[in-house]
């Protein structure tokens, strides 16, 4: 079972997919299976972007309350 990805790293991932699919070297198939993964990349990194502002809001309104 693969491991999660920290934020950065999928970002890393999803920059050098970027890369590879500009340059448009790779054969069809090839080009599918990375535009499938960047776009899993997407959606991971949107889940830990809106969990981390969940945190924040959360220790905002705790130190608010403070």
């Known amino acids: 079972m693969a491991t999660k990805k920290t934020f ?3 970002m890393d991932r ?3 997919i970027v890369e590879l699919l ?3 070297e790779q054969p069809l198939d090839e080009t599918i299976k990375l535009f499938e993964e960047g776009l899993l990349l997407v959606n991971e990194c ?3 972007l809106k969990t ?5 809001e ?3 309104k705790k130190k608010v309350e403070e």
């Open 46 to 48: 949107d889940k830990q």
């Open 8 to 10: 950065e790293q999928s």
């Open 22 to 24: 500009e340059k448009n």
């Open 52 to 56: 981390f502002e969940n945190k924040i």
């Open 58 to 60: 959360e220790l905002a």
């Open 14 to 16: 999803l920059n050098d």
